[in-house]
């Protein structure tokens, strides 16, 4: 049985059935577990409104597992599409006619850290296999050129990671007034000298030097947990880094998460604790998040055009596109709870 058939919608709408749980909870206490909640309300207009919504990754790995997804009555059709059939893992819901159209979809989540250790790793003379060869860049430009003198010292990849890594945190910054995530153009903000934007910005950044100096990466997308905020889970989207050695696999890195620190908690770049944060942030990534997918441009199912970022919640009401980039097109909230025990803990 899938592990997402764990948690089902029942008949009545939106319970959640509870099944025996496999042998792999014996390291529970290694795990925190999480409900994410979308409420969403489209406007009314048009004689139908369609919804995709981003769900956390259905791809389980040792740091994240998707437990299964449930979600209200309302909608005249609603499914989820998992990959490989979609590129990322999506709920599609449509109401036909001007009935109320608001739902809840909850997923049930695992998080744990995430830790490689880099300082065993000595050589990686395996050549890098098909289905990541796409995560290189094979473009000129200013990337290129950047990325050829950023890592002008290095002398096998996981150095060059390094370089690009530590390049990217001591020159980028985070500009509180980007709107929502930014746009991820590394090109653009190398060409106007303008390193500042939100964590998209700074990552693609790294992802994309990475790439030019033969080193493959992608962005990882996905929910920001902040649990420090008057004993609240603040949510807010955030995207991470990871980076390809031949013989070891995808690496973590987190270039974004120091400069949003260092606004948000009003330190020094200059600060121990946050030289501390940049040699941890190299080959980690916290807890606190929870991944989405790695998607760029994508389409999504019965939607003609591709969407730049799938993070947020997208809609099509009659013949109108709204971005859930934009919060004043569509009415949605994040919720967040973390599972305590048997019980569940409302933040």
């Known amino acids: 049985m899938n592990r997402r058939d764990f948690i089902k919608l029942a008949a009545s709408g939106g319970t959640l059935l509870a099944l025996p749980a496999w042998g792999y909870y014996d390291e529970i206490a290694s795990w925190k577990t999480y409900r994410l909640n979308y409420h969403v309300s489209l406007p009314e207009g048009g004689r139908s409104a369609k919804l995709w919504l981003p769900i956390p990754d259905s791809n389980d790995t040792l740091y994240q597992r998707n437990m299964g997804s449930v979600w209200s009555e ?3 059709t609603a499914n989820l599409y998992d990959p490989p059939k979609n590129p990322a893992a999506t709920f599609f819901g449509e109401w036909k006619g001007s009935s109320p159209r608001t739902i809840t979809v909850g997923t049930m989540i695992k998080t744990a850290e995430r830790r490689v250790a880099l300082s065993g790793i000595r050589s990686h003379s395996e050549s890098i296999p098909p289905a990541i060869r796409a995560d290189l860049a094979t473009d000129g430009g200013i990337v290129r050129k950047t990325a050829i ?3 002008k010292h290095a002398n096998s990849p996981l150095e060059k990671a390094h370089a690009v890594y530590n390049w990217v945190v001591d020159n980028a910054h985070y500009d509180p007034t980007v709107k929502s995530c930014g746009k991820g153009d590394a090109e653009a903000m190398l060409a106007n000298g303008n390193l500042g934007g939100k964590s998209l910005d700074i990552v ?8 030019c100096a033969g080193v493959p990466a992608r962005g990882a997308y996905g929910i920001l947990l902040n649990e420090s905020i008057g004993g609240k889970i603040a949510a807010s989207h955030h995207a991470r880094a990871e980076f390809y050695l031949s013989g070891t696999g995808w690496i973590p890195a987190d270039p974004a998460e120091i400069h949003r620190v260092i606004l948000e908690e009003k330190m020094s770049f200059a600060d121990s604790r946050i030289a501390e ?3 941890q942030l190299f080959g980690y990534w916290k807890p606190n998040w929870i991944g989405l997918n790695h998607e760029r441009n994508i389409p999504l199912p019965f939607l003609d055009t591709r969407v730049p970022l799938f993070i947020y919640p997208y809609a099509q009401v009659g013949s109108e596109f709204l971005d859930g980039s934009d919060p004043s097109r569509i009415s949605y909230r994040i919720e967040v709870n973390e599972m305590v025990g ?3 803990h409302f933040s």
């Open 74 to 76: 309302g909608a005249s």
């Open 342 to 344: 048997t019980g569940i």
């Open 204 to 211: 693609a950044l790294f992802v994309n030097l990475c790439r």
């Open 149 to 151: 003198q950023v890592t």
């Open 277 to 279: 944060l940049k040699t």
